[in-house]
């Protein structure tokens, strides 16, 4: 049990470089899933389109939205752009930064499904071949065919069990065409891929440092104090379902004795400690005000001291000082023995 609470406690201490793993993955198995994939094209003339496309934009689309879905920081977020104003003001910076963060790395396993897709070449074949110049790479004495049937023909390119049109252009030759343009475009976009990733990883630090730096430390804190808080009302929660079922039972002990002749049992030493841990929050109506006031009023980022007993804690927070600090109270001192 110590073991698996430790490899837990690192996966939250480098959950960063852990989600980096995650999408890493995604990567290999987007790529082994298209290997996988059993690829066959209608060869219709309507429907070669709309499904060589469909398999080059549809389950990049899925591995994006996957990626956001497996993202702990999604809620996060979310949770952050649609909470009210309340006394804590909302960066638009900070909340780039964070969805920013999630999209690189949903975005490594739909960059390798298009780049293994469009190298490969099937979808590209099967969603152009009605388009390959025939004047070009044909035979160009071959009886002039109608603009139905010249499709109909080429749109068998890809099958080449059914293909008939020989005589028109080989098959071999348009495949080859077709396929070339394929992983000209697929190497073109692995270049752009790559060298986009170098801009947003290398130059925007470089070009807005403090922006940069401030995003990031509002984006963890965000993050850590939702953590903790999360931590807190679990404690708090296992702390009053002790206290109400320990009272519960006290209760019944209570009524067993006055009708049994019974004494009752003396509570558990732990009671006291639980009670601590309850934070003066000991009813359902409180904690639910409590929990409502967390969320549309969160306090201001600004610490100072404890407020009066009775108060939520925040009351005190833009109020000025009483009396002056204590140098210049001592400058004023100075002043008027002088």
């Not at 219709?44 to 996957?66: K, M």
């Not at 470089?206 to 984006?219: D, I, V």
């Not at 993050?223 to 006290?250: G, M, N, P, W, Y």
Request: include cysteine; hydrophobic fraction near 40%.
């Amino acid at each position: 049990m110590d073991k698996f609470r430790m490899i837990f406690q690192f996966l939250q201490s480098n959950q960063e470089s852990f989600m980096s793993g995650i999408c890493g993955i995604m990567a290999l198995a987007s790529a082994q899933m298209y290997s996988a994939f059993d690829f066959n094209c209608p060869c219709l003339p309507h429907y070669n389109l709309a499904y060589g496309l469909g398999i080059l934009l549809v389950p990049p689309l899925i591995l994006f939205l996957l990626g956001f879905v497996l993202n702990n920081n999604v809620s996060m977020l979310a949770e952050e752009w649609r909470r009210p104003q309340g006394q804590r003001g909302k960066d638009p910076a900070v909340l780039r930064y964070m969805f920013c963060s999630m999209a690189q790395r949903a975005m490594i396993a739909p960059v390798v499904w298009v780049s293994v897709t469009l190298l490969d070449g099937k979808c590209i074949i099967c969603a152009f071949c009605t388009s390959v110049p025939v004047e070009t790479l044909g035979n160009a004495s071959h009886p002039s065919l109608s603009q139905r049937e010249m499709e109909r023909v080429l749109a068998r390119i890809p099958c080449r069990e059914i293909y008939d049109g020989q005589e028109l252009i080989t098959n071999e030759v348009a495949t080859r065409y077709l396929r070339c343009i394929s992983q000209a475009l697929g190497w073109c976009f692995v270049l752009l891929m790559t060298t986009l990733a170098f801009l947003v990883r290398s130059l925007r630090p470089c070009f807005t440092q403090a922006a940069f730096l401030k995003s990031r430390y509002w984006s963890h804190y965000i993050d850590i104090e939702r953590k903790l808080f999360d931590e807190t009302c679990t404690e708090h929660a296992k702390s009053f379902a002790k206290v109400c079922i320990q009272q519960f039972f006290e209760g019944m002990s209570t009524d067993l004795a006055a009708t049994h002749c019974h004494q009752p049992r003396e509570a558990p030493t732990d009671a006291e400690e639980a009670a601590r841990k309850l934070l003066g929050i000991t009813d359902q109506g409180t904690m639910n005000m409590a929990l409502k006031s967390w969320h549309r009023c969160k306090p201001p980022l600004h610490l100072h001291p404890p407020a009066l007993p009775g108060s939520n804690g925040w009351a005190g927070a833009g109020q000025a000082p009483t009396q002056p600090p204590a140098p210049r109270r001592e400058i004023a001192a100075y002043y008027s023995r002088v």
